[in-house]
């Protein structure tokens, strides 16, 4: 349930576009929206986007690179989307100790995500590009 104060923040489209292709496939909508996807449009911020029309990032925008430069740091020494997936695999092979690496690591790319709102918002003086990230409280919600 969304009410006035939601906004979900979340690095590149896999959020967006695997919700809604559920959405759709299984006919679920969101309270007040006609489609998931129109709920992402308005309540969400792909935050990979707009770090990468604020920011020059020689090394790329991957949260992986990006979070480390705003003081971030993941507790495993070897974290990455594809990883997760082999951790995944493994898991389901019955090694149970994948099970807390995988909440770990997901547990961190949204700590991560945070930690780079922090830091843009921490050096805003009001007419920097911090001051164009919203906050919860000041979203604005349709319906």
Known sequence: YADDNTCVFYWTGYEPSTLSAAGERLGLTVPGF??????????????????????????????????????????????????????????????????????DYNEDDVAAQLAIRRWVISRDDGGGPGSAIPGVADWPIAG
Not at 54 to 76: E, M, Q
Request: hydrophobic share 35%; with cysteine.
């Open 34 to 103: 006609a489609t998931v996807q129109d709920w992402f449009d308005t309540c969400s911020l792909d935050l990979h986007r707009w770090t990468k029309d604020r920011f020059v990032s020689p090394s790329g925008y991957g949260l992986k690179t990006i979070a480390p430069l705003c003081g971030f740091n993941w507790r495993d020494d070897d974290p990455g989307g594809q990883q997760s997936e082999i951790w995944f695999e493994e898991l389901l092979a019955g090694d149970t100790a994948m099970k807390q690496r995988l909440l």
